[in-house]
């Protein structure tokens, strides 16, 4: 089974940034593709972001223009910069990677990101 490490979290000032990382014990060169997901408390999951094999991606609304998704593929690893946070972004974060060949998909442990006016 893939292994999948999220880091980077923590507390920020709004508009401030952070980078998260999504490290995978499989090579992410071999991913159908993988998504970043959040979850605010007393919310439902939320789709952040998602980067396919062709390196296309595609954000939800309430990020778009303020967070990016990118991979490294020498590093196993698939990044989300967030840029100008603001309060609203507060949640634990969750990368999400479905790999070729595989019938489902793989959950990260999550990491708190934490936004304060």
């Known amino acids: 089974q893939v292994q999948l490490a999220e880091s980077g979290g923590g507390a920020v000032q709004a508009e401030g940034s952070l980078r998260l990382s999504c490290a995978a014990s499989?090579?992410?060169?071999?991913?159908?593709?993988m998504s970043w997901y959040r979850q605010a408390p007393g919310k439902q999951r939320e789709l952040v972001g998602t980067?396919?094999?062709?390196?296309?991606?595609n954000y939800a609304d309430s990020v778009k223009g303020r967070f990016t998704i990118s991979r490294d593929n020498a590093k196993n690893t698939v990044y989300l910069q967030m840029n100008s946070l603001k309060p609203e972004d507060t949640a634990v974060y969750y990368c999400?990677?479905?790999?070729?060949?595989?019938?489902?998909?793989?959950w990260g442990q999550g990491t708190q990101v934490t936004v304060s006016s």
């Open positions: 999400y990677a479905k790999f070729r060949g595989e019938a489902t998909g793989n």
């Open positions: 499989r090579s992410t060169a071999s991913i159908s593709y």
């Open positions: 980067i396919t094999s062709y390196d296309s991606t």
